[in-house]
């Protein structure tokens, strides 16, 4: 079993990691798990506790990769819903970062929540447009937390940061820099609205301000709390 650590999407073709292994190995449906989750690498390395999903479309590999990874302060779940854990893991991301710009703006917890709550449904619209379990979204994901990577790239250029002046300074990987074009184009290609994901491509690839994007959240047309769309 071949295991991915790898949240993003590839640019040119919005291919799901699995699928990019899938393409260049041939390997055999099933033969490809991955794993995805609140995963921030400090606290793992400081063995605090933490849970994690493993997805494999065969449940007995699934399975097999839980029991491989788990100890008494790693706790992986296992699901066959490959295609919800890898969308969960590379639009969460792009939230991060979205989030991180609100941060860094210096708007509040109401706004925080708003954008990780409707973010979520974002990342539910997707995922079950193309086929994954909708239940797989009410599951693990990091936004919020000054340790990840994304949250912290997006803060930098809410506070004014310029989008190079943020690359120069990152030591880590901001997935979410390059993931978000590929996975909006994705959703326009089945039809989905992604509305903050549209507006993080702008301020990350377009040269706009962070305070269009929180502008334009708010300018949406209202409607009921039952719809997934934002």
Known sequence: VIISLIKGMEMGTSMRMSQVIDELLGTPPGQVAVVSGP????????????????????????????????????????????????????VKNVIAVANGMAVGMGLGENSQASLITRGLAEMARLGVALGADPLTFQGLATCQSPLSRNRTFGENIGSGLTVQETIDITRQTCEAYKSCTPILELAREHGVEMPITEQVVNVLHHDHSPTVMAAAFMARDTRAESDLGP
């Open 39 to 90: 995963n921030l690498a400090r606290e793992i390395v400081q063995r605090q506790p933490t849970a994690s999903t493993v997805a494999c479309v065969d449940a007995d590999a699934a399975q097999r990769v839980q029991a491989i990874c788990t100890t008494n302060y790693f706790r992986p779940y296992w699901t066959t819903d490959v295609v919800g854990t890898e969308i969960g893991g590379s």
